[in-house]
Each structure stands twice: as C-alpha cells, then as structure tokens.
C-alpha cells in the first residue's frame, strides 16, 4: 500500500470508530508495522489533521475534521451504488430522489473507467413492491418527526384487525423487505413497539417534543433487540 492511501486509510479507521485505536490495532488492519503507524500518526498531526492520542489508550479524530474530495475504488462505488439502488425502489419519494442525485454527483466526479459501475452496475437488488399499501403515509414526515424528536397520534390496527389510539415518540423508520416499520416508544403501553405503516388508519402530528432524547430511546431500543437476538440463539 502507498503511503499516502496508507495515510488516507489511518484517517478512515479513526473515522469510523466510536472508541480510540491503538498503534497496534491499526498496524493489524492495514497489515504494516507499529513503527510505521506511528510515523504516519506524526506525518498526519504535522498537516493539522486534528489526532489525539495518549499511550496506552490510543488515537482518536477530533469531530468536525472533513477531508477534502477524494477518489473512490471501484468496489466503494458499487457499494454506493448497490445501497442507491435499493433506495430508489423501497424508500419514500424523498429519499429514492436523494439516492438517484448521490448516484449523479458520483458519476461526474469519477474517472471514465469506473462509470460502468454506475451505468452498466455488475451488482443488482430485488424489485421494486408491486403494491404499496401504505400510500397515503406521509414516511418523509415520519422521518422529519423521528429526527426532531415529536410526538404523534396514531391510529393503529394489529394483525387481528383490531384498532387502537395511541400516542408515540418515534426514534426509527426501518424499511424491510416488504414493508416499512415506525419504531417508537408507545405511552399506552409503556414500552417500545413496531408499527408497520401499511396498517396506520391515521397520523397525526403534534407539535409536543418528547421528553427523552431520541439517541437515548434508540440505544435502549437496540439493547433490548440485542438482549431478544442473544436469548433466541441460546434457548
């Protein structure tokens, strides 16, 4: 690996990782010597590039350090274009335009060679719903809720057909492979709950932000989902 993609890729890894990275564990992703991390550490600190690091516990990036344009590889533009391409076909309108421009301003800036990769793409993903039965759902303003943290009044029926009113604080919408999914934290019941849209009769929503912080509610709702994966693999 060249030193400046090796450069390129310390950045990357300090990036993406939610704890500090030591010397060593970087030297094992990029398969090179802690002596050269650490030269590469000193080379990157000496162009302002905001790393803090402190022995014994590792290296950190500063928040707020942005890069300037950098070409991607032939195998992180089909993973761009994979992920546009099933948000093209399963996203609310708002997204599948925001995927069909990503896809626009990665063509204009990558080299000849790798536009097949967009134009002619060696990679695919299952077709579009025939059917969306949750039409009348506004799921960009569910998002624009979720994001900003208020509330909503649903109206909710369940497998069986039986309807329900309640108020919810919603954190996530999943989109699955047949349907969409408002996460949230319900107060009728006191407890996080799963509402496929296709089954919402009606929305409402309220201008009441809710209490807890949105990243709170979707840490917790993780944790528990964790908790359920770890006690299915073991019964």
């Given at each position: 690996m060249r030193r400046a993609d090796r450069l390129f890729e310390i950045v990357q890894l300090l990036r993406r990782?939610?704890?500090?990275?030591?010397?060593?564990?970087?030297?094992?992703?990029?398969?090179?010597?802690?002596?050269?991390?650490?030269?590469?550490?000193?080379?990157?600190m000496a162009q302002r590039v905001p790393i803090r690091g402190e022995a014994g516990i590792g290296?950190?990036?500063?928040?707020?350090?942005?890069?300037?344009?950098?070409?991607?590889?032939?195998?992180?533009?089909?993973?761009?274009?994979?992920?546009?391409?099933?948000?093209?076909?399963?996203?609310?309108?708002?997204?599948?335009?925001?995927?069909?421009?990503v896809l626009a301003k990665v063509a204009?800036?990558?080299?000849?060679?790798?536009?097949?990769?967009?134009?002619?793409?060696a990679v695919?993903?299952?077709?579009?719903?025939?059917?969306?039965?949750d039409a009348g759902i506004d799921?960009?303003?569910?998002?624009?809720?979720?994001?900003q943290g208020r509330k909503l009044h649903i109206g909710y029926a369940d497998e069986s057909g039986r309807e329900t009113e309640r108020t919810v604080w919603p954190f996530l919408v999943g989109y699955m492979d047949r349907c969409r999914m408002l996460i949230a934290w319900c107060e009728m019941r006191g407890d996080f709950?799963?509402?496929?849209t296709d089954r919402l009769g009606t929305v409402e929503f309220l201008d009441e932000r809710y209490p807890e912080?949105?990243?709170?509610?979707?840490?917790?709702?993780?944790?528990?989902?964790?908790?359920r994966r770890a006690g299915s693999a073991g019964s």
């Open positions: 990782s939610a704890t500090p990275l030591t010397a060593d564990a970087i030297a094992s992703e990029l398969e090179t010597s802690r002596r050269s991390v650490y030269r590469d550490i000193a080379a990157l290296y950190v990036l500063e928040r707020g350090f942005d890069m300037p344009p950098l070409m991607l590889t032939s195998d992180e533009v089909e993973a761009v274009v994979l992920g546009a391409q099933w948000v093209l076909v399963h996203a609310d309108q708002g997204l599948a335009r925001a995927a069909a421009d204009a800036v990558i080299p000849e060679q790798l536009r097949a990769a967009i134009d002619d793409p695919i993903t299952p077709p579009a719903w025939t059917e969306r039965l799921v960009a303003r569910l998002r624009a809720w979720s994001l709950r799963m509402f496929r912080r949105r990243a709170t509610l979707r840490r917790r709702w993780l944790a528990m989902m964790d908790r």
